[in-house]
Nanobody, 122 residues
Framework: QVQLVESGGGLVQAGDSLRLSCEAS????????LAWFRQAPGKEREFVAG????????IYKDPGKGRFTISRDNAKNTMYLQLNSLKPEDTAKYYC???????????????WGQGTQVTVSS
């Protein structure tokens, strides 16, 4: 079992950058693939990016493709999401998740953090 804690969210202006972190505890994070999802008020939770165990394979979903970068540091048991050129429509709660397969389907992920809020003002 693994526990996930997100941090790094905040209130920023359009065009700014943020780096989100997801720190894992419990079972070593090397055992899991990791992903970021986000959920805006009144909307479904949507996939943002995923990364395999070694960090060599990454997938992204629009609209973050080209602006967001996922990475992980297994020695620190931490995953990151670099958010660049933020837009007001990126406003959402961002969640990290751990599972066995890199996929955009949230049902495939076993463990979830509590989320960190990102708010982008215009």
């Amino acid at each position: 079992q693994v526990q996930l804690v997100e941090s790094g969210g905040g209130l920023v202006q359009a065009g700014d950058s943020l780096r989100l972190s997801c720190e894992a505890s419990g079972r070593t994070v090397n055992y899991y693939v990791l992903a970021w999802f986000r959920q805006a008020p009144g909307k479904e939770r949507e996939f943002v990016a995923g990364i395999n165990r070694s960090g060599t394979y990454k997938i992204y979903k629009d609209p973050g493709k080209g602006r967001f970068t996922i990475s992980r540091d297994n020695a620190k048991n931490t995953m990151y999401l670099q958010l660049n050129s933020l837009k007001p429509e990126d406003t959402a709660k961002y969640y990290c998740a751990a599972g066995q397969q890199v996929t955009a389907y949230k049902s495939e992920y076993e463990y979830w953090g509590q989320g960190t809020q990102v708010t982008v003002s215009s």
